[in-house]
């Protein structure tokens, strides 16, 4: 079984910073991505990054430059640090992971979720 937590949510002011925790249990397909899924009110949900086994990382183009994803293997932990936060960043934020037999690649990449943690920018 899966388990994602998140924390580290809350509401901050334009121009903020936030950072968000994922602690990671379970059977994943971890080894190869993790990422973190955004869904704004009466939105779609959006991949904002993710982070391969190789230590890369993918940014959506509205947060590259500002957000920055990261893991502690150590600690089964990923993190999302946000900074420069603009209110078009508010949203539920989502930790996800891939399952076993999905292609980190493909567009519904995400099969495991958490139950999300709630940022908010006002202007």
């Known amino acids: 079984q899966v388990q994602l937590v998140e924390s580290g949510g809350g509401s901050v002011q334009t121009g903020g910073s936030l950072r968000l925790s994922c602690a990671v249990s379970?059977?994943?397909?971890?080894?190869?991505?993790m990422g973190w899924v955004r869904q704004a009110p009466g939105k779609g949900r959006e991949t904002v990054a993710k982070?391969?086994?190789?230590?890369?990382?993918a940014y959506t183009d509205s947060v590259k430059g500002r957000f920055t994803i990261s893991q502690d293997n150590a600690k089964n932990t990923i993190y999302l640090q946000m900074n420069s936060l603009k209110p078009e960043d508010t949203a539920m934020y989502y930790c996800?992971?891939?399952?076993?037999?999905?292609?980190?690649?493909?567009?519904?990449?995400?099969?495991?979720w958490g139950q999300g943690t709630q940022v908010t920018v006002s202007s």
């Open positions: 996800a992971a891939p399952g076993p037999h999905t292609s980190c690649r493909s567009n519904d990449w995400a099969q495991y």
């Open positions: 982070i391969y086994s190789d230590g890369t990382a």
């Open positions: 379970g059977s994943t397909n971890r080894a190869l991505c």
